[in-house]
């Protein structure tokens, strides 16, 4: 934590993300009641003696952006919060070592790589890049098996505002930009499928570095003041133990590294470690039914996606000279720090039966003779002047199509708490690259109707993609959402089906993926699971 | 194709064969006189005939004259990109006619 932040931290005026959102800053005072300094410490599970329990009204497990907006959100609520995180403050080779795991099919990030196993979760190691779900995303789409949410997006809107005060990404403008006045000027593309449309980027509030807001840095100080939460690091969760008719977890089995083993035993339980690890722990908890809790129709851990980030897929060329600035980079205008992307637009999405696809202008890169002489003929046949034409690589996010071989599965071997470790086996379609180079052809169309560029498609074989392939580190999907329990792990609660007591927050909820990044997203959607657990505790 | 339109693809030819570089006579003239720069075309052309061998001269040529017809160049690249009838040619997104049109150039 940056020493500014510290210090502000111990003056008492530590900054309420809530009430920033409410256009005015609240002191820590004003917004959690006078200083408990007994409390200003959290607890550490390697020192709570053996065989303790615990007892909080709701436990959430995991403490990454998904657990620390829960318990912000639920910050004096009528109820006594314990958040239960793996980890400590910072990144500890053994504790990461736990998420180990074992990768097939589609070359993946290793699973010990792809996420941050303490306090703070994955907005450790975030780019802060932000945008939210298009309407189109939370349609039932009959071209597109699996699709659906059980909610539109107009009503996650009130919550996508709230949490992009807590990501920090400014005023919540995304594509509106397009109508304010920018540093540059909008790449020029015929009328068709294909727009310029916007990433917003977080910021870490009062940090000289400019950086994403880390969560578990940013709002320790925050955690500590709630008068209603109690957080305890190094304590990992290895089961939920339900009661015998397996309607109501009965509590949950944690243990340390170094030995230490107690329990919790909540009346409400909120997972929240994880698109990956949410799976892994209902699937491990099988005692009493051997699919593992919430899993009786074989959905845990199914679903899983990731963004596929192919680099260099295609090279697009601008005749009449440079291409704004705020494509290739990011830029400040209108209080947020933005960054243009081209992607097609929803009602071509729907009318061409497309996914999701954000591309972003890469590197500058040097034509080769055929390149050349492209840009040439084309420029002299159009009419247009290309004597400073400049050529960059495309890069691009895509929205993977659901699928339920994607999965996660449970491994025979085990990490050093006694947990089975996970088996993922990855899975991209030839048809999710043919429908990102249909969005790419539809680009290059509008940009010669526009007689401002041309593109190469640069990726053709399933090799060529393959060979460029990058991941987003986002995990998705493998607790889904459906009001049908045949359909999904969730319900519109975030309520797992068939348990009375137990709920999943973040990404692993999310029945489609979108190609927009699932932070701004899943912090919306656990701000939302926060206001139906006040209705609980009401 | 009227008196009118040879006349037009006449003087356009015979402008071009004033004015810009000059080249051996070919019986496919009044369509190559649309490259200004045949280096050009003809580089890209090479990249067009390696992805589409099907490409047979007296065919293509015949095809692309009914296809342009007496219209500008211009205008029927333009109507060919607004139906979206594009064409890779060395992976560059071309439309179908000036991509015809290089290919003919690399191929005399």
Known sequence: MQRQDREQANSGKVLHCDCFLAGHWATANEAYGPLDETRLTFLDARQIPDGTELAPDLAIVGGGPAGITLALALANAPMKMLLLESGGMDFDAATQALYAGQESGVSYIPLDATRLRYLGGGTNHWGGWSRPLDEIDFEKRDWLPFSGWPFSRQELEPYLLRAQGLIEAGPFLYDKLAARELPGALLPLGEGGVHTSFFQFSQWRGNTEHLPTAFGHRYAEDLKRIPNLQLILHANVTALRPAQDVRWIDHLDVATLSGRRFTVKPRHIVLACGGIENARLLLASNDLVAAGIGNQNDLVGRFFADHAIPRDTATLVTFGGEIAGFYKATKDAQGAHFRATLSPTENFRRQRQLLGALITVENRVTLDAVGQAAVTTTAQALGADAGDAHAYSLGVGLELAPDPERRLTLSTARDALGMPRLNIKMTISDADFARYREVLFELGRQLLQAKSGMLRIDRHTRDEWLQAMDWGNHHLGTTRMHDDPKQGVVDTNAQVHGLANLFVAGSSIFPTYSASNPTLNLVALTLRLADHLKGIFR | ?108
């Open chain 2, 1 to 108: 194709m009227g008196a009118g339109g040879l006349f037009a693809v006449a003087a356009g030819y015979e402008g071009w064969r004033l004015l810009g570089k000059r080249y051996p006579p070919t019986p496919y003239d009044d369509l190559l006189y649309q490259l200004p720069d045949r280096e050009a075309a003809r580089e890209l052309g090479r990249a067009f005939l390696s992805q589409h061998s099907s490409f047979t001269l007296p065919y293509a040529a015949s095809a692309l004259r009914k296809r342009i017809g007496s219209n500008p160049l211009a205008a029927v690249l333009a109507s060919e990109i607004a139906a979206g009838d594009l064409v890779e040619t060395g992976h560059w997104l071309l439309p179908e006619t000036l991509a015809g049109l290089c290919a003919l150039a690399a191929k005399i």
